[in-house]
């Protein structure tokens, strides 16, 4: 037969635990990683922006610059047609978070976005091929008929705007050749003497109209009849652009001019994040506040006249800054403390009303019994000397017997001697019920033995 081995039983290395108090601690701790995760935004932020070149692509990286050293990374998408950002924006399958849109007042009024601040004001340029000018220069968007116009592709946000003031001034493709090209196209063809006229909307400082205004093959017209196109469309507002801003040697443009401009929006799409939110608005803060060819320094970035939806968190960057959480703590943690300190706040008062409500409860109980032990010695008194409880301090004893019942059941013995004295009708019934108190005084756990 085989021997038989005793088989000892291994040494058990980790404490028993009951298993429902191993559930509800996991339970509890994946709430909270789940309370933590669920506030935190998504780290990639996709800006709509324009063409290559184009203001609103060179803001878009300089907000890129800004932003990605905060633990984002920024993408920034060109776009011809800068019309359709605020559609975009509105359609959650672009997954667009910010773009740029124009206060038109004629626009996409039903786009679900919200309007982060004016930015900028963007002139409307004319440059007028040098060689038509010898014999038809324009002085007013009706001088536009009969010629070649170029201007960006057909749904961006200049053309757009352009199509309104040219259909206004009885120009349009009955009387007037218009193409509408991507940019670099349109200006290399413009320069190529392919069109007789560029039509733009771009900032002031843009680089692409700096070079044309310096070129000596165009000119840069000052469109006339800015008086009466700003009250028929008041999306629009003039501006005047200072002498010789584009070179001061060569005194380009010669004079001050005055230009139509549009102002210039940052939109977000609905729910953006918090903690995103902040960091969007401090990038254009710092790149918006500075003085431009057309505004004082300070001017932008503003709360915004576009036709988006108001944010109270915008309204509040505008009136005070950045909240501190956002401007100081680690991301992370300041979306937990934006999301849940309100929450534990309110809690914490709720908590500390009922501590007070407490407090005041045994205060209040507190004070019946003393009134309790201040009728009973009164009445001890009375009865010593031999003289019958008065109406009066009966009923006062038999209010507190009543109320102190209420309050509180462990003081049974006192209130079975506020009851016998209450109900005592004479001398004799006053001083057996003095026996009976001094009795219970004389017993272990007696109702003053601890007096």
Known sequence: MRPIVAITPMPRILPRMKIPHALVTVALLGL??????????????????GPVGGTFYEAAERYKRLIEPMGYRVTVVA???????????????????????????????????????????????????????????????VDLQGMTVVMPPLHSLTSRTLLHILAASGVGPANARISFLPMNEALARLKRGEFDVGLFILGADSALMAGLAKDPDFVMVEIGQRDAIVSRMPYLTK??????????????????????????????????????????????????????YLNAPGTFPRPSGASGDADERVDRFYRSGEPWIFAHLPLALACVV????????????????????????????F??????????????RRAKRGHALTAHLRKVMAG???????????????????RRLSHAQHGSGARAALDHIETLDGQPGGPHENR
């Open 32 to 49: 909270l990683l789940y309370a933590v995760w669920r506030v935190q935004p998504s780290r990639h932020i996709r800006i709509a922006a």
């Open 79 to 141: 776009l011809d047609d800068t019309d359709e950002i605020g559609a975009k924006l509105s359609d959650e399958r672009q997954r667009f978070d910010i773009g740029f849109v124009a206060d038109d007042r004629q626009g996409q009024r039903d786009a679900d976005w919200t309007s982060l601040g004016d930015i900028q004001l963007q002139s409307i340029f004319i440059f007028e091929n040098r060689r038509a000018a010898t014999t038809k220069p324009i002085r007013s968007f």
């Open 239 to 292: 501006a005047t652009l200072p002498a010789g801003i584009y070179d001061l040697k060569g005194n380009v443009p010669p004079r001050d001019m005055g230009v139509l401009a549009l102002t210039i929006s940052v939109a977000a799409r609905p729910r953006l994040p918090p903690a995103t939110t902040y960091a969007v608005l401090a990038a254009m803060r710092e790149v918006h506040r500075a003085s431009g």
């Open 338 to 365: 934006d999301a849940y300190l309100a929450p534990i706040l309110a809690l914490l008062f709720v908590t500390n009303a009922f501590k007070v409500v407490s407090e005041f409860q045994q205060i209040r109980l």
């Open 367 to 380: 004070a019946k019994v003393s009134a309790a032990r201040t009728a009973l010695w009164w009445a001890r």
């Open 400 to 418: 507190l017997a009543g109320s102190i019942a209420r309050e509180d059941r462990t003081v049974r013995d006192l209130l079975d001697e506020l």
